[in-house]
């Protein structure tokens, strides 16, 4: 089955404790990317990578890194959490990058910095 | 920038009926667009698409109609169902290699 998994799924942790989520896919996607989703500001980029040990920043890249060391995984870091970064995380994967190449979600990561 | 919105925030149906959720784009340059559900606890999952050298596409209970001459797209669901609830998305691309925009979501709501 087609899957992008992410973990944890919920996390509420302390300002300043570096954190990792994680994201995972089965479907071979060369494209891979990070959202997050706040009220009233719908699905904003973080970052994207192209392809391994490709990234680029999105629209909100600030407190945030990723790597693509290989090509199922991409994996968000938050060096030092900010309460800002309070929010719900997706990560969605596209074959490639045609103008008709779908993005796929995962299930989400709802974060809580205290 | 270019961007995506909803004409309304929220739609509200009785089950049975047919819901039709809008969505205005910006960008006359867009070549793509997508809806997406997602229910309330899951990610956004893919509904349809559609090509900009089309006006209209259909599914399984949803059809999507395009009109570039306004900038406008919707999403029609027939027979809706209590199932059928959820936040609702278009998004858009202009060109191969550049980002899906989004918009801020209609949120529907089925009642039986």
């Known amino acids: 089955e087609a899957q992008v998994t992410q973990n944890p799924r919920y996390l509420i942790t302390v300002t300043g404790k570096k954190l990792t989520v994680t994201c995972s896919q089965n479907?071979?996607?060369?494209?891979m990317s990070w959202y997050r989703q706040d009220p009233g500001l719908g699905l904003r980029q973080i970052y994207y990578?192209?392809?391994?040990?490709?990234?680029d920043k999105g629209d909100v890249p600030e407190g945030y890194k990723v790597s693509r060391k290989e090509k199922r995984n991409f994996p968000l870091i938050l060096e030092s959490p900010s309460p800002n970064q309070t929010s719900l995380y997706f990560c969605?994967?596209?074959?490639?990058?045609?103008?008709?190449?779908?993005?796929?979600f995962g299930p989400g990561t709802r974060l809580t910095v205290l | 920038g270019e961007s995506v919105g909803l004409h309304l925030p929220t739609l509200s149906v009785q089950e049975g009926d047919n819901s039709i959720i809008n969505c205005a784009y910006s960008?006359?340059?867009?070549?793509?667009f997508i809806w997406y559900k997602q229910e309330s606890g899951k990610g956004p999952q893919f509904i349809i698409d559609?090509?900009?050298?089309?006006d209209k596409r259909q599914g399984q209970r949803v059809t999507v109609l395009l009109n570039k001459t306004v900038k406008h797209l919707s999403l029609q669901i027939a027979a809706t169902q209590p199932g059928d609830s959820a936040v609702y998305f278009c998004?858009?691309?202009?060109?191969?290699?550049?980002?899906?925009?989004f918009g801020k979501g209609t949120t529907l709501s089925v009642s039986s």
């Open positions: 998004a858009e691309r202009g060109q191969a290699g550049t980002a899906l925009i």
């Open positions: 990578s192209m392809n391994v040990e490709v990234t």
């Open positions: 479907m071979n996607h060369e494209y």
């Open positions: 559609i090509r900009s050298n089309m």
């Open positions: 969605a994967t596209q074959g490639g990058t045609a103008v008709t190449d779908t993005q796929y």
């Open positions: 960008n006359s340059a867009s070549d793509y």
